[in-house]
């Protein structure tokens, strides 16, 4: 039984057997998540294999699941080619945000985000299209990839080059968390053409720069609205870990200054207020908008300021910042019991439901890059309670 798993590596490992269920190999995705969901369920799966890289049967499980989402995947997009071709309109057209008022290119779907009034709090809308069962469930083991793999190699060679634009929705934070996924399976499988997706992402973009606001930032999505503390920081995330992984010095160069440029900015918009934390976004005005300090806008920039680290190891600038922002990050989340809380709770929606477990990701990233009994703890508490109280009956 479960209860008797103290192991954490060996607990990971039981979790994702369970959630291998809902996994559709038709699709490419994790059934009753969304889109960048499960781009982010993959990069869980690419750290369970480095947590255990001597297990070969969860290795040759990931390798066939990114191998089998890059070519299933994109068929699920919920809203294709929109970056293609901006309409102008929306860059004047403020306030005016339905898809029926404006429709240029006919790439607008229906697929938006909703942000809570209140909190900011994203709830992802799909076009009623998405959910229908245009690919009926199929299970990973079936696949002919799953043959294709033997004691020799680990390794799947796809079948087509992955395209980037398969992978952009309109969305800039939900086209880097895919950029990050595959810049994990890269690390996992060492097949640069998931480099080269992640290369191909991250580029496309780079064409939502600047904002309005400080001449510099990205916008959260194409409808060039909203400036927002997610998107950049995965912008800056993605940058420092193309950083860190290609192998030309002139792309290493460039997305080293990507990464800074966007930390400069980053911390001249105001996002980070005075207590350490960081709020959702900017006003129209480009202030700080007080919107909510939701668990994953403090984590994802501690992965990124780690990586930023490695990339230029004599500046210990990065981790210092990170470590500030982490420890009052968990200041301000935690409750008596250490255990740390989004304000959504508990009828977070699905979208919501995942920023913790990125902040604990990313707070174990800047562990084992700056090692903090804090930190530790606060890993070690917080998995302790998803174990015990998260599990349903066996």
Not at 123 to 139: E, G, L, M, Q, R
Not at 186 to 197: A, K, P, R
Not at 286 to 309: K, P, R
Not at 356 to 370: P, Q, T
Request: with cysteine.
């Amino acid at each position: 039984a479960s209860a008797s798993i103290t192991d954490p590596t060996q607990r990971a490992e039981f979790a994702l057997s369970t959630l291998q269920i809902w996994y559709n190999a038709g699709t490419g995705l994790w059934e009753t998540s969304g889109w960048w969901n499960s781009a982010n369920i993959l990069t869980m799966i690419g750290n369970l294999v480095k947590a255990d890289p001597e297990n070969k049967r969860f290795r040759d499980l990931a390798t066939r699941v990114f191998a089998n989402t890059v070519t299933q995947a994109p068929v699920k997009n919920p809203q294709p080619g929109i970056e293609s071709d901006v309409p102008s309109q929306k860059d004047t057209q403020r306030g005016k945000t339905s898809f029926t008022l404006f429709n240029e290119t006919g790439s607008e779907s229906g697929y938006t985000k909703v942000l809570n009034p209140d909190t900011f709090e994203p709830h992802s809308v799909f076009p009623d299209t998405w959910y229908k069962a245009n690919s009926p469930y199929i299970d990973i083991s079936s696949l002919p990839i799953f043959s294709s793999l033997n004691d020799e190699t680990d390794q799947i060679t796809l079948a087509a080059t992955p395209n980037p634009a398969d992978w952009l929705d309109g969305f800039y934070d939900d086209d880097l968390w895919w950029a990050l996924a595959w810049i994990n399976a890269y690390d996992v499988t060492l097949n640069t053409q998931y480099l080269t997706l992640a290369e191909g992402i991250f580029a496309a973009v780079t064409k939502a720069w600047p904002t309005r606001c400080g001449n510099g930032g990205i916008f959260w999505n194409w409808e060039k609205e909203y400036m927002n503390a997610i998107a950049n920081e995965l912008f800056l995330s993605t940058a420092a870990h193309l950083a860190t992984r290609v192998d030309d010095d002139e792309k290493k160069d460039a997305y080293t200054d990507w990464a800074r440029r966007t930390l400069a900015w980053f911390l001249d918009s105001g996002m980070l207020n005075a207590n350490g934390t960081i709020n959702d976004g900017l006003t129209e005005s480009c202030a700080n908008n007080g919107g909510t300090t939701w668990s994953y806008n403090q984590g994802v920039i501690l992965g990124g300021l780690v990586e930023m680290h490695r990339a230029s190891p004599d500046d210990t600038s990065y981790l210092a910042l990170a470590t500030r922002i982490a420890k009052a990050a968990l200041l301000d989340l935690s409750d008596a019991n250490g255990v740390i809380h989004d304000v959504c709770e508990p009828a977070c929606g699905f979208d919501g439901e995942q920023f913790k477990g990125i902040f604990m990701r990313n707070l174990g990233v800047l562990h084992a890059a700056a090692a903090d009994d804090v930190f530790g703890n606060a890993i070690s508490v917080n998995a302790e309670s998803v174990w015990e109280n998260d599990r349903e009956g066996e």
